[in-house]
């Protein structure tokens, strides 16, 4: 008799469901989360606005407290179908899981008028939610693989700009500190080269001079080339990264949770567990 293929265990399924998406089970689950993630995303903000909140506040914390319950579900089921729950606990994802469902709950140590503020800022943490989206977009992987490479070139550009900000700030000031234009320090007027190179302008600080006003001219022109040049280098990365891509899937690592195996992968690229 042939043997027959074992069936995999209830832990196993359960992980096929929930971190992997090639499965139509794994693709219900995360479209169902994807749906109540952004549910309460929209909760929190009707929450925030006053009229909202007070006319309809019995609603809003129902509906709050049903999706904290399913997400409270969804963070015990991760836990227990891996083989090494502080893995995830104490991953990036973990924690932001964790983040979007203890709120709810400590909020209900915290009662009297005296703590109304405190609650609101407990309620506030919910919209760490949305991070929760970044999992189910594919192309965050490359992205942030390509922020990654390209941190040391994005440093010294920063850097750069950081000093031609404090040079521009000290000029402006020198052309500008006797005026009355709102140039009073150097730190201010470093301000408002931060505020003219990024193309902001708020318009709190403006030269009056001449010359001031040609070199914000000058400086506000500078600014559209600066902010072109940190998004051509990530994107060239990311170029870089999707031609040397390998067609991958949602596979994961019941072992180490690794996701992103190549199609014909038998063994985890990490850790070398079995598939």
């Known amino acids: 008799m042939p043997n027959q293929k074992k069936e995999p265990s209830w832990k196993n399924k359960l992980h096929e469901i929930i971190y ?8 219900l689950f995360d479209v169902v ?28 914390n129902i509906l709050e407290w049903i999706i904290t319950i399913l997400f409270t579900f969804e963070y015990i089921a991760r836990i227990i179908c891996v083989k090494k729950p502080k893995a995830y606990i104490f991953s990036f994802y973990g924690i932001i899981d964790f983040l979007s469902t203890i709120p709810k709950y400590l909020s209900l140590f915290f009662v009297g008028t ?26 965050s992987t ?17 850097s750069f700009v950081l000093v031609l900000c404090i040079i521009l700030g000290t000029v402006m000031y020198l052309i500008e500190g006797d005026k009355d234009s709102g140039f009073s320090s150097i730190p201010r007027s470093v301000y408002w080269a931060i505020v003219t190179l990024t193309t902001v302008g708020y318009g709190d600080i403006a030269p009056v001079s001449a010359l001031g006003q040609s070199i914000a001219s000058l400086i506000m022109i500078l600014g559209y080339g600066i ?20 067609p991958k899937n949602t596979q994961s690592c019941t072992n180490c949770m690794e996701s992103y195996h190549t199609d014909d992968a038998q063994f985890c690229h990490k850790c070398g567990h079995p598939l």
Do not use: Q
């Open 142 to 158: 490359n992205f942030g693989r390509a922020l990654k490479r390209s941190r040391v070139k994005v440093a010294v550009f920063l």
């Open 33 to 60: 989360l994807l749906i109540f993630i952004l549910l309460s995303i929209v909760l929190v903000m009707l929450e925030s606005v006053d009229y909202i909140g007070n006319k309809y506040y019995g609603i809003l």
């Open 114 to 139: 005296h703590s109304l503020v405190a609650i609101r800022a407990l309620r506030l943490l919910r919209v760490f939610r949305i991070l929760k989206l970044t999992r189910y977009i594919g192309e």
């Open 20 to 27: 992997e998406a090639d499965t139509p089970s794994g693709k």
């Open 227 to 246: 902010i072109a040049i940190p998004t051509g280098i990530v994107t060239s990365e990311m170029t870089k990264s999707e031609r040397n891509n390998i």
